[in-house]
């Protein structure tokens, strides 16, 4: 017996797992199984459980899921106590995903590795502030002039990011820390002068009591935070880098403070010859502000990887020209609404999306297109937020807005890309899990070796490399070598208009090795004009041009529109159409002027069992094998004549699908239009493999196949009719020009919409897994060497120690360096 239930309540895998795990131990459950994207269990039981039982189980596990009946809406209510932890929706994430795609809505550090928190970007404010330049104590909510000196009011500067907050309180604690453990260090370095001056000054016991109180500042305020981070990754068992430098580093400062205060209870191995104890607060302290310091580089660097996405917040403008009865205002940017006519002047950057209604110019679109050359634009031609003006002035209609423009939707995919995890982070994390155990469980046996081994003073020896180990550990580099790759190469995708929606997808892009393509819109420009229309004897054209024109006015194909537009244009009349039908991937049918007119290929006439003729047939195979697309007009069951469509080929996709071929991609074209159309696109494109006349359900099942046979498949489509072949291939691609249902459906979005940007895409994959394969291994193979030659592995055959300080250093850079290198992926060209 199996049932489907809708579980409330769950933010990441964590819980899923948690969910899970807690159904199946409900007596009679065979199996449960649960899905965090649908929000749903599936659960499997020898006999009928009741729902209430299950509900139970949930409550008594802490209240924080409830599982109900499918179609039961549960409306989110947040409770203030949660807001105020940081929990629920927000706009700061972990970096390393240790809860997957979880957000919070403060900053502050992750409750399961103690990172930092990362604030997420977005665009403008809603409520943005104007200045003066000259009297900045000049504030208004909308633009104007200064009502002291008249100058023209200027946006508020942006609050500082939290990213830069964050390294600013680190840099101050970094300076504290230093200025307190400088003087520790030298005091503990003199102790290896002969005649150390210091002690004509004080006794070395008192050396020790300054050492003390000047480590306080650096113990309990500089680095405090990183004792906290491990006292939380104990009690939550999720045990990470802080836990190794809190305890490494906090006994060895514990250890000190009980030395000066008790001395006689240790052996004489802690002790000089003249009897004093050795204490380490010069190790704690230079250890813990090294730390410090890689925090602060890391910080510093983190900034970096996010630049992609603050570079396309900058390409948002803060006031628009509204013009009201031929009379321009300037507004801020978050006032206009859909159907504001907006003048955009020579240079300036386009505010929303929207279509030109007056005047023309060209407009530099390389910003979210990563192509250079710009573009000209006419009267009812589609511009974008973002781009730039050229020379000249026109006036547009704002048509999307806030959310809705296409910059807006580039920085939430982005921003969702970069929080996502790749497949092949799991290793990493599988790794990370047991880490720290085995790392601890090595420093115990370290100290052990050497206590009962090494030589004298052993337990010196002993503490001093156990506490090595501890602090050159690092599970960060490993926690950071996916994310920080991704986030940086889904940044650089976006600037070439490329725009992943997870790292999945960027991922499973390296492996393609077949490629599905539709032809209309994908191939082709899309933008199909009518070349003529051809009727027999038995009718007037002008009276087909009529009707065609007519039946399409309903239909959202690309193809309808060419007809319309040419009906228009032969000033045809439109009228009433009544029952009106689509019919998938053959064309059209209806009533006009009550006769039964029908539009579409032979497939539509088959079905319909229209009779052709012989010489009407003849006619429109020499048409299709010039590669133009031909649709049969029908009239009460007769085909009476037919349209010649023309869509012409974009100059990018013979030279994409070459280098496709080349980089061992096999594409294979898949379209609804007839055979020999395919035939001679597909010759024109040198491509080997094409079928025609394939409805939707075709192409799904195509791929299927193909996958059936172990290949890994993208697809790349721009119609509605592609969205179910988009979303059963491994990577589904959409056309940014085409629907927004494609888009949906698709992985990958190419914003100018041509087979150059599947070229792009796999070059950027194949980049980011290199750059994440690159991070692993050094973040393996530093641990692996570094842990052993802490542990003192070198001492018998060179003599060669590793200080903890040493140890800290190393940790400290290994997590930037696994940074630094994904930094490298801004540079690459795709």
């Known amino acids: 017996m199996k049932h489907t239930f809708h579980i409330h309540g769950m933010t990441c895998n964590g819980c899923r797992s948690h969910v899970e795990e807690t159904l199946s131990k409900v007596k009679g459950v065979s199996k449960a199984t649960v899905d965090l994207e649908k929000a749903e269990a599936t659960i499997e039981m020898e006999s009928h459980i009741p729902l209430k039982t299950f509900q139970e189980a949930l409550k008594n596990d802490g209240g924080r899921y409830s599982i109900h009946k499918l179609g039961v809406h549960i409306p989110i209510k947040i409770k203030e106590k949660e807001l105020q932890k940081g929990e629920g929706s927000g706009t700061y994430y972990c970096p390393m995903h240790c809860e997957g795609d979880k957000v919070y809505n403060k900053v502050g550090d992750c409750p399961v590795c103690g990172m930092d928190l990362i604030e997420e970007k977005k665009m403008v404010s809603s409520n943005i502030q104007f200045t003066c330049p000259m009297h900045p104590e000049i504030i208004k909510d909308e633009p104007g002039s200064c009502p002291i000196c008249g100058m023209d009011l200027i946006p508020l500067e942006a609050d500082v990011s939290e990213e830069d907050k964050t390294y600013k309180k680190l840099l101050n604690k970094f300076w504290i820390a230093v200025l307190f453990t400088a003087p520790i260090f030298l005091i503990a370095m003199s102790e290896m002068l002969e005649n150390n001056p210091l002690y004509t000054v004080l006794e070395q016991k008192q050396w020790n009591w300054i050492q003390f109180i000047l480590s306080i500042p650096v113990v309990f305020y500089a680095t405090w935070m990183f004792f906290k981070r491990a006292w939380t990754s104990i009690k939550t068992l999720n045990l990470n880098m802080f836990t190794l430098i809190g305890i490494g580093s906090g006994i060895a400062w514990i250890f000190s403070v009980f030395a000066m205060i008790f001395p006689n209870v240790l052996p004489e191995d802690f002790k000089t010859s003249e009897g004093n104890v050795f204490v380490y607060f010069e190790a704690t302290t230079v250890i813990l502000t090294l730390v410090l310091l890689g925090q602060l580089l890391e910080a510093k660097a983190h900034s970096q ?79 974008s937020s973002g781009t730039i003006n050229g020379t000249k002035s026109f006036i547009m209609k704002a048509e999307k807005v806030g959310s809705e423009t296409l910059l807006s939707q580039i920085i939430h995919m982005v921003n969702n890309a970069s929080r996502s995890k790749a497949p092949i982070q799991k290793l990493a994390d599988r790794i990370s899990k047991y880490f720290v155990p085995i790392v601890m469980i090595v420093s115990v046996i370290t100290f052990i070796i050497w206590a009962v081994f090494g030589p004298e003073p052993a337990y010196v020896f002993a503490f001093v490399n156990a506490i090595a180990v501890l602090i050159i550990a690092c599970p960060c580099a490993l926690g950071l070598a996916t994310p920080m790759s991704v986030m940086v190469g889904v940044g650089r995708g976006a600037q070439s208009g490329v725009l992943i929606k997870n790292a999945e997808a960027l991922e499973k892009m390296n492996k393609v090795d077949t490629l599905i393509v539709d032809k209309t819109g994908t191939i082709t420009e899309g933008k199909p004009s009518v070349e003529k229309v051809i009727a027999t004897d038995s009718i007037d054209e002008s009276i087909l041009v009529q009707y065609i024109t007519s039946l399409n006015q309903y239909s959202e194909h690309p193809l309808a529109a060419a007809i319309v537009n040419y009906g228009k244009s032969k000033n045809s009349s439109i009228t009433k159409v009544s029952d009106f039908e689509a019919v998938a991937g053959k064309g059209v049918i209806g009533k006009v002027e009550n006769k039964n007119i029908a539009l579409g290929n032979d497939n539509l006439l088959k079905q319909y069992t229209i009779t052709i003729s012989e010489s009407l047939s003849n006619k429109v195979i020499v048409e299709q094998e010039q590669g133009k697309t031909v649709s049969y007009i029908a009239i009460d069951n007769k085909a009476v004549g037919y349209v010649t469509i023309f869509d012409a080929i974009k100059t990018t996709s013979q030279n994409a699908i070459k ?50 046979k172990g290949k890994i498949v993208a697809m790349a489509g721009d119609g509605i009719n592609d969205a179910p072949a988009l979303a059963q291939s491994d990577v589904g691609i959409a056309m940014g020009t085409g629907t927004d249902v494609a888009i949906e459906s698709a992985s990958i979005t190419l914003v100018k919409g041509d087979l150059q940007g599947i070229v792009k895409a796999k070059k950027l994959s194949h980049a980011v897994v290199k750059n994440i394969k690159q991070n692993l291994f050094f973040a393996f193979i530093y641990n692996v060497i570094g842990v052993p030659i802490a542990a003192g592995i070198l001492y018998p055959f060179f003599g060669l120690l590793l200080s903890p300080m040493i140890a800290a250093l190393a940790m400290s850079f290994s997590s930037v360096s696994v940074i630094v290198n994904a930094l490298r992926l801004r540079n690459i060209k795709i």
Not at 315 to 324: D, E, F, K, R, W
Not at 342 to 357: F, M, N, Q, T, W
């Open 305 to 383: 990887t996010s630049g992609a996405i603050k570079e396309l917040l900058k390409l948002v403008p803060s006031t628009a020209t509204l013009v009201i009865d031929g009379i321009d205002k300037v507004i801020a940017i978050d006032k206009i609404e859909k159907g504001n006519l907006l003048r955009v002047k020579p240079g300036e950057k386009i505010p929303v999306d929207g279509s030109i209604i007056e005047g023309h110019s060209s407009i530099d679109e390389s910003m979210i297109t990563g192509e250079p050359i710009p573009v000209d634009k006419n009267v009812d031609d589609k511009v």
């Open 659 to 708: 280098e496709l071929q080349n980089n061992g991609v096999d594409v294979i074209m898949l379209t609804g239009d007839n055979k020999n159309t395919a035939k001679s696109v597909a010759k024109q494109l040198n491509l080997k493999h094409f079928k025609a006349e394939c409805l939707p359900q075709d192409k799904l099942n195509e791929i299927k196949m193909l996958q059936n």
